[in-house]
């Protein structure tokens, strides 16, 4: 088990009822590098972002994603 998730388990101990679980996912860099320019652009679909610009954008490890 990470240490992440081992820090969050004792949070939402210490917290008890008052925890609040947001369902929020962590995206890595590049996704989120991604995301700016298909807001800036106003593309439809970050895929459509990452067809037409992912190749200038920094190579930054693999996200273990498929296509990745």
Excluded at 24 to 41: D, K
Excluded at 45 to 64: E, F, K, N, Q, W
């Amino acid at each position: 088990m990470s240490p992440h998730i081992v820090d969050q388990a004792k949070e939402r101990l210490a917290a008890g009822e008052v925890w609040s679980d947001l369902d929020l996912v962590s995206c890595s860099t590049r996704a989120r590098e991604l995301r700016t320019v298909m807001e800036l652009l106003g593309h439809s679909t970050i895929r459509m972002t990452a067809d037409t610009y992912g190749h200038v954008l920094p190579a930054r490890g693999s996200s273990g994603g498929p296509g990745h």
